[in-house]
Nanobody, 122 residues
Framework: QVKLVESGGGSVQPGGSRRLSCTAP????????MGWFRQAPGKEREGVAS???????NYLDSVKGRFTVSKNNAENSVFLQMNNLKPDDTAMYYC????????????????WGQGTQVTVSS
């Protein structure tokens, strides 16, 4: 079983920044694909960003140019740097991972974290 542990959530004012981290310290597998999803109250979960073992990334259109996803393969970790945050970015953010090479935002992720809340408000 792979356990993903997220950190970095919190409250921030519009225009501010936040960095989310996720790691799987005891994973017996190399997590080829890792990503971030979010779910706001009353809305469906959506893929925010993903990154594969080779560093290829995918982003939700509304976060392009503001968010940057990165991965540390050796540590099975993934990060999400969020800049110029907007109130619409308020959501529970979930880390996810898979072993397969398919690493798009609609791909199947089999491991999930518990989530970390990000609130953007003045």
């Amino acid at each position: 079983q792979v356990k993903l542990v997220e950190s970095g959530g919190g409250s921030v004012q519009p225009g501010g920044s936040r960095r989310l981290s996720c790691t799987a310290p005891q994973s017996p597998y190399a997590l080829y694909c890792m990503g971030w999803f979010r779910q706001a109250p009353g809305k469906e979960r959506e893929g925010v960003a993903s990154v594969d073992f080779d560093g290829k990334t995918n982003y939700l259109d509304s976060v392009k140019g503001r968010f940057t996803v990165s991965k540390n393969n050796a540590e099975n970790s993934v990060f999400l740097q969020m800049n110029n945050l907007k109130p619409d970015d308020t959501a529970m953010y979930y880390c996810a991972a898979s072993l397969g090479i398919d690493c798009g935002l609609t791909s199947t992720f089999i491991y999930w974290g518990q989530g970390t809340q990000v609130t953007v408000s003045s």
